[in-house]
């Protein structure tokens, strides 16, 4: 109960910081939308010379973009925010402040932050699937759409785990933004599904760094061609990659050196 307070407490601050900008709302709505609308036509080129892409047709296709600016939503709002200032902290010495805190310095130093301006776009990843549903006269049933969610909010804690085991890196490099930068470009390739990709970039994208649970198995999920072995592969994976969070963190910690002291 006391870490729900805690987390209310951050959302309440991060709030009343945001609303000071108000026209950040509506520059963030601006580009929600200009991004809503480029990566729709951008799948709409590919799909003006082929019926479909890896056996997916159009507006299936757009369920998976959905899924993905979801996604990016998500992180934008709160990961993101997060581990950009984990660097800072650690550079300027703030980190001892969050280790001195009688809380878990995890949870202290990644759900901080918010930026709720950023979750237009995951506000665009809904309207695009519910557009996409209408189109295909499809009406998932509560079973799927329970899979569909249970895997994506899965998929939500396996990224957070990769994230943050990559942004502790910065208690020995201090600058991550080069390599953050990377994992969010390879997590572009979820915006179409994986059968779309050769062979060897399938597999990578679907069991080494399973950047198509987070948006091509819960699209499945939701269209009712779920694979399970897939699916408990995901979910293995997820619980792995939260343990090796969890462990790398307390690691990383143990050898902080402040830099106030």
């Known amino acids: 109960m006391r870490y729900f307070k805690l987390l209310s407490l951050f959302v309440k601050s991060s709030l009343a910081i945001d609303l000071e900008y108000r026209a950040n709302f509506m520059g963030a709505l601006l580009m929600s939308t200009v991004d809503l609308v480029w990566g729709v036509a951008g799948i709409a080129f590919l799909f003006a010379f082929t019926d479909n892409i890896g056996g997916w047709s159009f507006y299936e296709a757009l369920i998976v973009i959905g899924l993905v600016y979801i996604g990016w939503g998500i992180n934008d709002a709160f990961l993101w925010p997060n581990t950009r200032e984990l660097g800072e902290h650690i550079r300027k010495g703030t980190m001892d402040f969050i280790l001195t805190k009688p809380i878990n310095s995890q949870m202290h130093a990644t759900f901080r932050r918010f930026k709720f301006d950023r979750l237009f776009t995951a506000v665009s990843g809904l309207v695009i699937i519910g557009y996409a549903l209408h189109q295909l006269q499809w009406s998932p049933t509560l079973g799927q759409w329970l899979s569909c969610i249970s895997l994506f909010i899965t998929a939500m804690l396996m990224m957070y785990s990769l994230v943050i085991m990559l942004a502790s890196s910065a208690f020995w490099i201090v600058n991550i933004n ?18 779309a990709y050769p062979a060897p970039m399938r597999i990578v994208i679907s069991f080494v760094v399973p950047v198509a649970f987070i948006s091509t198995v819960p699209a499945e999920a939701l269209l009712g061609r779920l694979n399970l072995w897939t699916a408990l592969y995901g979910i293995g994976f997820t619980v792995v990659s939260f343990t090796s969070c969890v462990l790398f963190w307390r690691f990383a910690v143990r050898h902080y050196g402040s830099a106030s002291s």
């Open 178 to 195: 080069n390599l953050t930068e990377l994992f969010f470009g390879l997590l572009e390739t979820g915006r179409h599904p994986a059968s």
